[in-house]
């Protein structure tokens, strides 16, 4: 047990993506440092537009990352070339938020789960028993009826789709999945469904998550840690439970906040936010959400808040604290 | 493990034919289309065994003095400007119309759909350099491009399909450029790519077969316009030559005696007209049932 603490599973260190727009440079990604062990589950929490899906991709490269490193299994992800890359996503995998954009629509339900293993090689083409085969037990393992093999995505659901999305990252029995809001396009029975569909998982194949989300009551339950980003940079992390009991940055407790209570008698003592967004191209020194928080002072806007660790494993970049 | 009973899977053609033909006007267009293939086919088999017999004794026999004569008992379409029986011409030309215009579209197609493709799906450099050349040619009329290309390189039915196959490529590429550019940004692909996809996996299995709507459309379009582009650099004395039968040739050369006798410019203009619109409905009829999208 103590090894595993010792040694990460996924170590990602002062990463940055800029991307270069004709208004200048997009600071998606600013300076992101954290790590994960071993089955368990970061939280990334953040509004729209902060950077946690660009995190999720360029932790995958599938955007080259402008800075910073990625260490998986004490393996530099950053330098590997394409041969071993190929190799490496077998253990990372990705998840994605739109179940209706991410299957492709000429592929029946069999033919999309069978790609993921025929692209890594683990079955050839004349394989084809052997391969309907495994893929009947992936479906019959995401809880997706048998008799839809040669269904388009077309014909189901929003649920049913992920269940695929959610199989064929199976079908790799990889180790490290990034799941970008993959509950966030369906309706909220069929929310708790899938969510319970990937613990299980988890629990299971003792998978280790990234999980991306804006809506905190989602991570609540399933992190073990949450990343708080604002405009590219991680304004607090912390322990799932000590960052609902006790958020330090301003931001963290306005998003808590805005967390809706099922009880209409419960007074509400919302943060309400000012102000604008700041815009992350070409960004001003300071702490980003200076123009936004309530207890901005001269000293938010003159440099970088370096990120300062508060408690054991809690972090905050703030000057307050 | 038994595998449980399920619904057969039909491959993408078998699917593709379910639908079309509940089509009826479509399945209207496949059956002319058929027809004229199989015309043209027989055409070429008697060619073969009578060793030209037919064609030298019927199809280019001239008789001046029944010039311009209408349709009659023995000559259903009547006679041309020479005396010649315009029916056995207009099947006799089939060939040329129709095989002469596929054969350039599918040249074209397969050429602008890879450079489309490759240029829609690299960009940056790769994109530009491709499209840019791309514009140059879309910036010569394609008639004229093509009389230039059959100009320089010589009459001959070879060098008339080049020519039309090459004078076609832009607007295939950008078609297809422009698919593959809404395409490429889907999540899918970012999944496949997530598990490791090669581009040339991507291209083939991912974004042509979601670009195969449009190129359909445009292909069969491009065969109706490839047909009358034949039909115009023969008219210019660059395509088919006389007195080998061909519907656009036949069409321009009956132009002058279009005062004398009706028919002779009619019947070659119904044939282009007949198979222009085939291919048309059948096209439509095509797009919609590649289409899985589109139930039933």
């Known amino acids: 047990m103590n ?90 995998q990705i998840i994605f938020q739109d179940p209706f954009a991410s299957l492709n629509p000429r592929m029946t339900v069999s033919e999309t789960i069978g790609e993921s293993l025929l692209i890594q090689k683990l079955f050839t083409r004349k394989q084809g028993v052997e391969l309907r ?28 789709r992920q269940r695929i999305g959610i199989a064929r990252v199976l079908a790799l029995d990889p180790k490290f999945v990034v799941c970008d809001e993959p509950v966030s396009a369906l309706d909220v029975s069929i929310q708790a469904q899938i969510l319970n569909l990937m613990q299980d998982l988890q629990d299971e194949l003792g998978l280790t998550y990234l999980f991306i989300t804006h809506d905190l009551s989602v991570v609540k339950h399933l992190s073990n840690n949450i990343v708080v980003m604002y405009l590219g940079q991680m304004v607090e992390m912390a322990p799932s439970l000590v960052l609902f009991e006790k958020p330090l940055h301003p931001y963290t407790q306005a998003l808590l906040s805005a967390i809706p209570v099922p009880d209409p008698d419960y007074a509400v003592d919302r943060v309400l936010l000012q102000g604008e967004l700041t815009s992350p191209i070409n960004p001003q020194p300071g702490c980003r959400f200076a123009k936004r928080c309530p207890y901005a002072s001269e000293a938010c806007t003159k440099h970088d808040i370096p990120l300062k660790e508060v408690a054991p494993g809690h972090f905050v970049a703030c000057t307050l604290v | 493990m038994k595998l449980p009973v399920v619904k057969k899977q039909r491959t993408l053609a078998t699917e593709t034919w379910r639908r079309f033909k509940k089509n009826k006007l479509a399945l209207t267009g496949m059956i002319v289309l058929s027809s004229l293939v199989l015309i043209a086919l027989s055409t070429i088999v008697i060619d073969l065994a009578t060793d030209n017999a ?54 074209s197609t397969i050429a602008g759909g890879l450079l489309g493709a490759i240029a829609g799906y690299y960009g940056k450099v790769t994109d530009n350099a491709i499209m840019r050349f791309m514009d140059v040619l ?25 020519a039309i196959a090459i004078s076609y490529v832009p607007t295939f590429a950008r078609t297809v450029r422009a698919s593959v550019l809404t395409i490429k940004d889907q999540e899918f692909i970012e999944a496949a790519r997530a598990m490791g ?55 321009s050369s009956a132009r002058a005696y279009i005062r004398e006798g009706w028919h002779i410019t009619v019947i070659p203009g119904l044939g282009i007209m007949i198979t222009i619109l085939a291919l048309n409905v059948m096209g439509d009829g095509l797009r919609d049932a590649l289409d899985p999208r589109l139930k039933n």
């Open chain 2, 138 to 162: 879309l910036a010569i009329p394609s008639m004229l491009l093509a009389t230039a290309i059959v100009a320089a390189l010589g009459t001959s039915l070879t060098n008339v399909l080049i």
């Open chain 2, 197 to 251: 996809a090669s581009d040339s996996r991507i291209i083939f299995k991912y974004i042509l077969p979601n670009s195969m709507a449009p190129l359909i459309v445009q292909a069969t379009l491009g065969v109706a316009g490839a047909i009358l582009s034949i039909a115009g650099l023969s008219f210019l004395g660059l395509g088919i030559q006389p007195p080998t039968p061909e519907w656009g040739s036949m069409l």
């Open chain 2, 54 to 107: 037919v064609y030298n004794n019927y199809v280019i026999k001239q008789n001046l003095r029944m010039r311009l004569q209408g349709p009659s008992k023995d000559h259903i379409f009547g006679l041309d400007e020479f005396g010649r029986d315009i029916f056995m011409r207009m099947i006799w030309a089939v060939r040329y119309s129709l095989f002469m215009g596929t054969i350039a579209i599918a040249l």
């Open chain 1, 133 to 160: 085969k495994r893929v009947t037990e992936l479906m019959d393992f995401v809880g997706l009826s048998a008799k839809l093999v040669n269904s388009y995505p077309h014909e189901l659901d929003g649920g049913r």
């Open chain 1, 3 to 92: 090894d595993t603490i010792k040694r990460p599973l996924l170590r990602v260190e002062h990463l940055k993506k800029y991307f270069h727009t004709n208004k200048g440079t997009l600071h998606a990604v600013d300076d992101v440092s954290f790590s994960i062990h071993k089955g368990e589950t970061l939280g990334v929490v953040g509004e729209s537009g902060c950077g946690k899906s660009t995190l999720g991709r360029t932790i995958l490269r599938l955007h080259e990352p402008t800075d910073g490193k990625i260490f998986f299994e004490d393996q530099e992800v950053t330098g590997l070339d394409a041969h071993a890359m190929k190799a490496l996503r077998r253990d990372m």
